[in-house]
């Protein structure tokens, strides 16, 4: 069984590590970002209100964060594992986060920090912009996204480092090669 966090900041390219790791471990990858912007897609009230905070960059409450994380664990393709893609980002969830486990009678495993210096993630940030078009990929609101990482999410490294969870992993490089790098790493 295996219990994943991934960690890191805009960019960093979680998202595309957590659909192959996903595949991996045969497991689901659950991205609170990919469900809000279904959510957005789909107009549902949810995505209503998540849309007004994600277009500027700042973090949806805590109080539907949590309880959309706390639904999809309940689901039975979680019960034998599952890789979280962008949550916790608050303490606050990384509280949530535990009881859930813990009503679970569950515990991580491990958290993976993927790093990627700013330069590089604002690049390929704007790269994807152009790519995919997404609502908040532009200039101004990545800017505001790296500082809301900054201040909220990535004190949340030291809190699972004193946990003795933490793999930290270089993002830079190849997709492939990031992936072997993530593999061993949680060996
Ligand atoms: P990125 O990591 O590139 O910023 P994501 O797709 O993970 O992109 O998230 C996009 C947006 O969705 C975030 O900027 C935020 O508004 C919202 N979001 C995703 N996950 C969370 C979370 N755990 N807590 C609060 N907001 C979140």
């Known amino acids: 069984m295996t219990r994943l966090l991934l960690i890191g900041p805009p960019g960093a390219g979680k998202g595309t590590q957590a659909a192959r790791l996903a595949e991996a471990f045969g497991i689901p990858a659950i991205s609170t ?3 809000f912007r279904e959510n957005v897609k789909n107009e549902t ?4 209100q998540a ?3 994600m277009d500027r960059g700042e ?8 309880a959309l994380v706390r639904d999809r664990l309940s689901h039975e393709d ?4 599952f890789l979280l893609d962008g949550y916790p980002r608050t303490a606050d969830q990384v509280v949530e986060l535990d009881d859930i486990l813990a009503d679970q009678g569950n515990t991580l495993d491990s958290v993976v920090l993927i790093t990627a ?3 590089e993630v604002v690049r390929r940030l704007l790269n994807r912009a152009l790519e995919q078009g ?3 990929d532009t200039e101004e609101v990545i800017r505001r996204r790296m500082e809301v990482y900054a201040e909220q999410t990535a ?3 030291e809190v699972y480092s004193n946990r003795n969870l933490v793999r930290e992993v270089d993002g830079l490089g190849a997709v492939e090669e990031v992936t072997e790098r993530i593999l061993s790493a949680l060996k």
Do not use: H, M
């Open 59 to 66: 973090y949806v409450p805590d109080s539907l964060t949590n």
């Open 51 to 53: 849309k007004a905070f």
């Open 117 to 119: 210096d700013t330069e």
């Open 78 to 81: 979680a019960k034998a594992g």
């Open 45 to 48: 009230e949810l995505g209503r």
């Open 155 to 157: 004190p949340l490294i």
């Open 134 to 136: 997404r609502a908040d």
């Open 33 to 35: 970002g990919d469900i």
